[in-house]
T-cell receptor
């Protein structure tokens, strides 16, 4: 099993460009999450999904959109990239968290906005 | 909503000594508390977790303790080794919630 796979691993964008980050999991997890991690900072939740076709806002959703058309995939979109969105983006997935389940993380996408 | 505070932000210990990292949470309904280790440039990885019906859990050199009354939980690493150097994050969930709230992280450095 690959676990949680994120593509691409690195990307450099110019201000105003758009792009989509892809997260794929093969663990049949219901829940999926997108976080951003800035240097020396913790993990901040951008958006999450509790099942196919559902999405919800997290702590820092502005400037991002997400889609969960298939259970195994969770896409994060930047419509008009800004330098403030330079960060490392982590995707995670888990079984139902009703009674607490660990989240499994991908290797991250390092995104630089010039 | 839930708020998780983690201390200290940095910790330096001599190899072989013990390290303790503490987190406090605000929501008394929280019932799941995982700890993640993140090595430089890598993903966060779960190292141990504890549920609210348990006071302590051990796994070889690491242990986690939970004090529900005081709303805090701690990570204990004994006989530290250089490979323990990393950033450690605590987190808290609550029953029925769909998210984990993470602490700000502790950078642990093991000095040889």
């Amino acid at each position: 099993n690959a676990g949680v796979t994120q593509t691409p691993k690195f990307r450099v964008l110019k201000t105003g460009q758009s792009m989509t980050l892809l997260c794929a999991q093969d663990m049949n997890h219901e829940y999926m999450y997108w976080y951003r991690q800035d240097p020396g900072m913790g993990l901040r939740l951008i958006h999450y999904s509790v099942g196919e076709g559902t999405t919800a806002k997290g702590e820092v959703p502005d400037g991002y959109n997400v889609s969960r058309l298939k259970k195994q995939n969770f896409l994060l979109g930047l419509e008009s990239a800004a330098p403030s969105q330079t960060s490392v983006y982590f995707c995670a997935s888990s079984y139902s968290t009703a009674n607490g389940q660990p989240q499994h993380f991908g290797d991250g996408t390092r995104l630089s906005i010039l | 909503g839930e708020n998780v505070e983690q201390h200290p932000s940095t910790l330096s210990v001599q190899e072989g000594d013990s390290a303790v990292i503490k987190c406090t949470y605000s929501d008394s309904a929280s019932n799941y508390f995982p700890w993640y280790k993140q090595e430089l440039g890598k993903r966060p990885q779960l190292i141990i977790d504890i549920r609210s019906n348990v006071g302590e859990k051990k796994d070889q050199r690491i242990a986690v303790t939970l004090n529900k009354t005081a709303k805090h939980f701690s990570l204990h690493i004994t006989e530290t080794q250089p490979e323990d150097s990393a950033v450690y994050f605590c987190a808290a969930n609550k029953q029925g919630a769909q998210k984990l709230v993470f602490g700000q992280g502790t950078r642990l450095t093991i000095n040889p």
